[in-house]
């Protein structure tokens, strides 16, 4: 089966706050590279933030400030605690994890499943 499952989409009015969440059915998240994409109609697949196996995070520049993401290793889960939305914001959000240590799958599409582990993805609406 899918070893990620994403929850928490749904529809916001702008400025509302949405928080997904990523479980694990199969391995930590603990020194994997791991991290949220989403993908717009029209639009490529986007690379919102990550975590490193190093701990480190990055953001897209679309969503500094505003998005923060986290993991809890022991329960394998993580989670993008997603504030200030705007109709911008609006896509299929998917979560993604891979053996290395930095996830750095840049494409046109998400999900791609010749690259690691990605979630069937959860669909984010944010209404003016």
């Known amino acids: 089966g899918v070893p990620l499952v994403e929850s928490g989409g749904g529809s916001v009015q702008a400025g509302g706050s949405l928080t997904l969440s990523c479980t694990s059915s199969?391995?930590?998240?603990?020194?994997?590279?791991m991290g949220w994409y989403r993908q717009a109609p029209g639009h490529e697949c986007e690379l919102v933030s990550s975590?490193?196996?190093?701990?480190?995070?990055a953001f897209a520049d679309s969503v500094k400030g505003r998005f923060t993401i986290s993991q809890d290793n022991a329960k394998k889960t993580a989670t993008l605690q997603m504030n200030s939305l705007t109709p911008e914001d609006t896509a299929k959000y998917y979560c993604?994890?891979?053996?290395?240590?930095?996830?750095?799958?840049?494409?046109?599409?998400?999900?791609?499943?010749?690259?690691?582990?990605w979630g069937q993805g959860t669909q984010v609406t944010v209404s003016s």
């Open positions: 975590i490193s196996g190093d701990g480190s995070m």
């Open positions: 993604a994890a891979t053996n290395e240590p930095h996830l750095n799958y840049i494409g046109s599409e998400c999900p791609n499943w010749d690259f690691a582990y």
């Open positions: 199969e391995f930590t998240f603990d020194g994997r590279g």
